[in-house]
């Protein structure tokens, strides 16, 4: 069965260092989301792409955070500087876009920031 | 206001009894699609059922179906003779507007952790 596949899993940095965070889709996905999930709360939207076009990036920090899926299949997340409050699970989805609904998670990526 | 509400924090059920879990949603667009998901200790989220507003009839997925009440709101999940997998976090989520039509993100509850009793 396909799966979304994350890498790191987990990622323990120092605060002001960058991280970087990777999400391959499902094969065929045309629509890719990252999300935030801070301990004991719901994920949140943090960006979403439709191939290679941010589609909705307004809950992003722009200020730290960038994303990027330049090919329209993997993307990055990236985090400049790292803030102590960014210690979080990352979760990347996916879906065909259009009409299908459900969105597809991967495992995750638990950062810890000291 | 909160979009998503699911007002269980936490709940203890005996093993093979059935489980309802509250979630109650807001939003004026007429087209929405509503989800549950499934979150282990392990931390991927799984998705357990699917619920569209137009949809006449309440959604079923194996031992997991959704109480859909339109005008209250309401996107409850059962699940019929629970088993000790089920123990996890449960999360309720929606998509507000038409699916396809661009911003199509998911809004989720904060969950309720669900643990099952032998």
């Known amino acids: 069965e396909a799966e979304v596949a994350q890498s790191p899993r987990y990622k323990i940095t120092e605060k002001s260092q960058a991280v970087a965070f990777w999400c391959d889709p499902i094969s065929g996905h045309a629509t890719l989301y990252w999300y935030r999930q801070i301990l004991g709360q719901g994920p949140e939207l943090l960006v979403q792409?439709?191939?290679?076009?941010?589609?909705?990036d307004s809950q992003l920090p722009k200020d730290r955070f960038s994303a990027e899926r330049l090919k329209g299949v993997d993307s990055t997340l990236k985090i400049q500087p790292a803030e102590l409050g960014d210690s979080a699970m990352y979760l990347c989805?996916?879906?065909?876009?259009?009409?299908?609904?459900?969105?597809?998670f991967g495992p995750g990526t638990r950062l810890l920031v000291l | 206001a909160q979009k998503i509400t699911q007002t269980q924090p936490g709940m203890f059920v005996q093993e093979k009894e059935a489980v309802t879990l509250d979630c109650t949603y807001d939003t004026s667009d007429p087209s929405y699609g509503l989800f549950w998901y499934k979150q282990p200790s392990s931390g991927e989220m799984i998705f357990l059922i699917y619920?569209?507003?137009?949809?006449?009839q309440n959604a079923t997925e194996g031992r997991y179906s959704l109480n859909f009440q339109k005008a209250r709101k309401s996107a409850n999940l059962v699940i019929s003779a629970s088993q000790l997998g089920d123990s996890a976090m449960y999360f309720c989520a929606m998509r507000e507007g038409y699916s396809g039509g661009g911003a199509d993100g998911l809004t989720f509850g904060k969950g309720t952790h669900l643990i099952i009793q032998p």
């Open positions: 792409f439709q191939d290679e076009s941010v589609v909705d």
């Open positions: 989805a996916s879906n065909w876009g259009g009409t299908q609904e459900t969105q597809y």
């Open positions: 619920q569209g507003s137009y949809d006449q």
